[in-house]
């Protein structure tokens, strides 16, 4: 007959009405280490000193024990693995979330061990025929009595689930709305958060219910900052279009094309965009931007500084050195800071 989630709960509950020494030993090593105040705990030295106490030392060296900077929705996670050598899935994983635990109290990393150790040992126990409970999460009877007796015995809150709601949110930075009638509905109001940019679709197991009852589509409406590894990564022109300040931002389009228009001498027909249709350049600006004179004195190798040549460029077409200059991202033209923002959407439009 096959053991239970409560007859492993019940074998593991006996150990504890009177200690063995080797029970005692890690006892006390798990005392010093909880009172020693430090910030952070060694998990992998707890787990081992948690396996002899209250698991019967059955998941030493079954277990893996390690940290995931992965994990962002649950705190911990028991995970099954095949094992190469059999092809069955008896190979046990306890992951830690860093992002989740990393700045909570330690008491919280502890507890969350010590609940994931919970379901390794069923899993060992049970030949992996560990309950998922009635809520298809493995809580059931069997990991709540010995979850009960743990906190009984060493003042620890091990609980079904974790209440880190705040920190699980700070990592849902792709968000994506639904244009379809479930965005007045609550709770979601037609959003969906992710921590990783996987836009909602057929793999999600709601998508079909969804289609049938609301029939909307989804935009992204948000996403993290690049981070400096992923600008580096882009080309001059995809780090152009991140431009935040653009003209186009408050210049209005109407005004944007009479601009144009005054500008444009010949008889070059001019789009509703403002787009020159024959050419990708506008010459106006592109003389504007080689009409760059870094110094109103011109300096010679035997002499002291000499006036400047005159030459026929219009004064308000000059920018002189009290002006910041910057490189254009795209074509390297050293341009006016205050003008870099026009010349890339006029000479080099998304």
Same mark, same amino acid.
């Given at each position: ?67 995931? *900077? ?13 094992? *190469? ?10 992951? =830690?979330?860093?992002?989740? =635990? ?249």
């Amino acid at each position: 007959m096959p053991v239970t989630d409560e007859d492993a709960a019940l074998q593991a509950m006996a150990t504890l009405e009177t200690l063995s020494d080797d029970q005692t030993r890690a006892l006390k090593s798990i005392n010093t280490i909880l009172h020693d105040r430090e910030p952070f705990v060694d998990i992998h030295e707890l787990f081992a000193l948690y396996n002899v106490l209250y698991f019967r030392n059955l998941l030493v060296p079954r277990v893996e024990v390690l940290w995931s *900077p992965r994990l962002t929705l649950c705190a911990g996670i028991c995970e099954l693995s095949k094992d *190469p050598s059999t092809g069955k899935f008896t190979r046990i994983r306890l992951k =830690l979330s860093t992002s989740l =635990l990393q700045y909570r109290p330690r008491s919280d990393t502890i507890n969350t061990l010590l609940h994931e150790a919970i379901h390794a040992y069923f899993f060992v126990v049970t030949s992996w025929r560990h309950s998922r409970g009635d809520d298809g999460t493995g809580h059931g009877i069997g990991f709540q009595l010995l979850a009960d007796a743990i906190n009984s015995h060493g003042g620890y809150e091990i609980t079904v689930y974790h209440t880190f709601h705040d920190e699980v949110d700070s990592y849902r930075t792709h968000v994506w709305q639904c244009d379809g009638p479930c965005k007045s509905q609550p709770p979601y109001f037609g959003l969906v958060k992710r921590s990783m940019n996987r836009p909602p679709g057929k793999s999600d197991y709601w998508w079909v219910r969804h289609k049938a009852e609301c029939g909307g589509a989804y935009t992204k409406i948000q996403e993290p900052e690049l981070t400096k590894k992923q600008r580096n990564s882009l080309s001059k022109k995809e780090r152009a279009g991140l431009q935040k300040n653009k003209i186009d931002n408050w210049v209005k389009a109407e005004d944007k094309r009479k601009a144009l228009s005054d500008g444009n001498t010949s008889n070059t027909p001019i789009d509703p965009d403002g787009e020159d249709r024959t050419s990708p350049k506008i010459p106006h600006m592109k003389r504007k931007a080689e009409m760059v004179i870094v110094s109103s004195m011109i300096k010679t190798g035997f002499g002291g500084p000499q006036k400047r040549p005159k030459t026929d460029i219009d004064d308000n077409e000059v920018l002189t050195v009290d002006e910041m200059l910057v490189e254009c991202p795209i074509c390297s033209i050293r341009i006016a800071e205050s003008d870099i923002n026009e010349h890339l959407d006029v000479v080099h439009p998304p």
